[in-house]
């Protein structure tokens, strides 16, 4: 896959795996030309979409691009290295006049700085050529000191806020993973609604479990009555929910909890609390 052109991450809730894209962001904003004016935010939208895979209908995006681009031709402008100049010898770009703010809907500009320069911290390659002294203004971050720095920060922070809106908009498709298990939800809680119903006000409870058993039978989860607790319904539930209680000192499963420990009955509870001091009871140690 080329630099020229790279998928968006369909399906992420990951704003922050943009970075994987950055480099090709700046590429595109370094490729831009004289004829492609820093304020047309169509050509440059072009160079974007052609790197996320964007929609061009989003404004949000063409404020943000026409912004970085804007800083990016501002720089290139200010001190272009003399022609006899090697890229190992060139002078620095200047910083870019560009401040992200926080905004509804968009990682936080305090979130995206936390990840970026434990990112720059994390990587010895980026760690030894980037600098983290930052200029605050009213404790928000303003830039970073140093310009290619400061430039890595703004395609950092744009290609997060990127994947972020292209992840909400991939969350609203009827076939994502997110709606398709909203609506087994909704419809198993429908099913037992139904359930309901026949059994308080229609043919009773024998044909309200018929509403259970389909449920279960469509997708193959009737429960072997030969695995464990096959037979029992509380155990049963104990043992298979999403997130079980510690197991009774017998090793059972538990549904009581006390004390960090779980109980498979008010019995082996009450056991438990007998057997501990006085104190821990509430109770005096004193006589």
């Known amino acids: 896959m080329s630099a020229d052109h790279i998928p968006a991450p369909a399906g992420t809730a990951d704003p922050f795996a943009a970075f994987e894209q950055t480099p090709a962001l700046l590429a595109a904003c370094q ?3 004289p004829s492609q004016l820093p304020n047309d935010s169509e050509r440059m939208f ?3 979409s052609a790197t996320y895979d964007a929609d061009p209908a989003d404004p949000s995006m063409v404020e943000d691009l026409a912004k970085f681009c804007d800083g990016w031709q501002a720089a290139k402008s200010d001190d272009p290295p003399a022609p ?3 890229k190992a010898t060139a002078s620095p770009p200047a910083t870019i006049p560009l401040a992200l703010v926080d905004r509804p809907g ?5 979130r995206m700085r936390a990840v970026f320069e434990k990112m720059v911290n994390d990587t010895p390659p980026v760690q030894q050529h980037a600098d983290l002294r930052a200029v605050e203004r009213d404790g928000t971050l303003s830039h970073y000191e140093d310009a290619r720095t ?3 920060w703004l395609g950092f922070a744009l290609g997060m806020r990127a994947s972020a809106r292209l992840a909400a908009d991939e969350a609203q498709k009827p076939d994502s993973t997110l709606n398709v298990l909203a609506n087994c939800l909704h419809d198993h809680i429908t099913a037992n609604q139904a359930a309901w119903i026949e059994w308080k006000h229609g043919a009773g409870a024998e044909a309200a479990m018929r509403w259970i058993q389909n449920g279960l039978a469509g997708p193959g989860h009737i429960p072997d009555e030969d695995e464990p607790y096959g037979r029992e319904a509380q155990a ?3 043992a298979n929910q999403s997130n079980p209680m510690p197991k009774c000192f017998c090793g059972r499963p538990s549904n009581i909890g006390w004390m960090g420990q779980g109980f498979c009955s008010d019995a082996h509870l009450d056991k438990a609390q007998n057997d501990q001091p ?3 009871n509430g109770g005096s140690t004193n006589g």
């Open 150 to 152: 400061d430039l890595l």
């Open 46 to 48: 072009a160079a974007f």
């Open 278 to 280: 006085p104190a821990v």
């Open 31 to 33: 490729a831009l030309t």
């Open 106 to 110: 968009a990682p936080t500009v305090a």
């Open 84 to 86: 006899q100049q090697s």
């Open 236 to 238: 049963y539930f104990d």
